[in-house]
């Protein structure tokens, strides 16, 4: 793990919290023991009707329909959280199969070339006679709660969640030169005449000054590891001849 330089944080009471909130003693049940690789965030989700509970004790026990939780815990129908980094993936998963087929961290750029050299090129991208594509696209964003009361954790929009996603990235880079100048005011809601529940931007605000030097440190930290984790995935030229493509790869561009 790339240690972060909190000791520029000058609110001794911040600095207090980010230490415990960063220090490798804080992963006592393992979730981020090894924070090389993207594959450590948490991703938070809402709680929907559709939402299998795991058991009546397990990881849903409690959660009310509406409310943000991750695999560690519930974060609540309402969250303020600072963007740090955003990123573009897909997916193509058979249902049916219950079977991932192919995958993109970057979005651009298939883990394997057997169904296509680029997503962009690829038939199970695109929609077909008003048919969604079977090939899903995510937009991520990484958000850090402004109480500093969890480690940063992915919101994941796709599909009929994707406008909403593209609407806080619009507005966090236009906010001010960092993603981390603004906090959202995040809430869910009931979507209308349906029984699924949405991402709603309640409001959009400065962040606190004091707080800047710390999250600039923290941001970037997880740039690096998201921008290593999408470089690994990078497909080299022995494993494009062993997937029979022949066209050049191009280096991911949408690392925000």
């Not at 993207?38 to 959660?63: C, D, F, K």
């Not at 954790?153 to 236009?174: E, M, P």
Request: charged letters at 25%; one cysteine or more.
């Amino acid at each position: 793990m790339t240690e972060m330089n909190l000791k520029v944080v000058e609110d001794p009471k911040i600095a207090e919290k980010l230490q415990a909130l960063f220090s490798p003693q804080k992963d006592k049940i393992g979730d981020l023991m090894s924070e090389d690789i993207l594959e450590t965030l948490e991703y938070a989700s809402i709680y929907q009707p559709t939402t299998r509970s795991i058991s009546p004790s397990g990881v849903h026990s409690g959660i009310r329909m509406g409310e943000i939780y991750t695999k560690y815990g519930v974060v609540g129908k309402d969250t303020a959280s600072i963007p740090l980094v955003m990123w573009n993936s897909r997916s193509y998963y058979d249902r049916n199969k219950n079977e991932q087929l192919c995958s993109s961290p970057n979005g651009l750029t298939p883990v394997h070339q057997r169904l296509a050299s680029k997503c962009a090129t690829c038939r199970y991208q695109r929609y077909s006679r008003g048919s969604p594509s079977l090939c899903t696209k995510f937009l991520n964003i990484l958000m850090l709660q402004e109480n500093l009361k969890a480690k940063p954790y992915v919101l994941q929009f796709s599909r009929t969640s994707y406008r909403i996603g593209t609407d806080i990235a619009k507005q966090a880079k236009g906010f001010g030169d960092n993603l981390y100048d603004c906090v959202f005011e995040l809430t869910t809601k009931q979507a209308e005449g349906a029984a699924y529940f949405k991402w709603t931007v309640a409001s959009v605000r400065p962040v606190q000054d004091d707080l800047k030097a710390a999250l600039g440190e923290i941001q970037k930290h997880y740039f690096n590891l998201v921008s290593k984790t999408i470089s690994r995935y990078e497909v080299t030229a022995e494993d494009a001849e062993a997937d029979k493509a022949d066209e050049a790869i191009e280096a991911p561009e949408n690392i925000e």
